[in-house]
Nanobody, 123 residues
Framework: VQLQASGGGLVQAGGSLRLSCAAS????????MAWFRQAPGKERDFVAS????????YYADSAKGRLTISRDNGKSAVYLQMNSLRPEDTAVYYC?????????????????WGQGTLVTVSS
């Protein structure tokens, strides 16, 4: 599975962005997917994940109520809708795919990674 994230940019606090992750390879539909983020000087943190079918989602506490993960298996894509953005959401966002048991929160449980897209939220 090859992944490519896009959609990052500069946005003011309170604004919205929608990140996309395009996947190639038939195996995409058998993998649970997730978004992680990494702020400068910090570890890569789990944000949200979604099962291969899209039937279940799981969020970090920091994401609940503001960020929504979704997927379209017909388009081989995963999305992260981000609303009410805060300066502390500033980070490089990565999409990732895993075959591990649901839910997988640790970065090392994910085998495939996109290249990351930068989100900057100004105050």
């Amino acid at each position: 599975v090859q992944l490519q994230a896009s959609g990052g940019g500069l946005v003011q606090a309170g604004g919205s962005l929608r990140l996309s992750c395009a996947a190639s390879g038939r195996a995409f539909i058998t993998h649970d997917m997730a978004w992680f983020r990494q702020a400068p000087g910090k570890e890569r943190d789990f944000v949200a994940s979604i099962t291969w079918s899209g039937g279940s989602t799981y969020y970090a506490d920091s994401a609940k109520g503001r960020l929504t993960i979704s997927r379209d298996n017909g388009k081989s894509a995963v999305y992260l809708q981000m609303n009410s953005l805060r300066p502390e959401d500033t980070a490089v966002y990565y999409c990732a795919a895993t075959e591990r048991a649901w839910p997988a929160e640790a970065w090392h449980e994910y085998k495939y990674w996109g290249q990351g897209t930068l989100v900057t939220v100004s105050s």
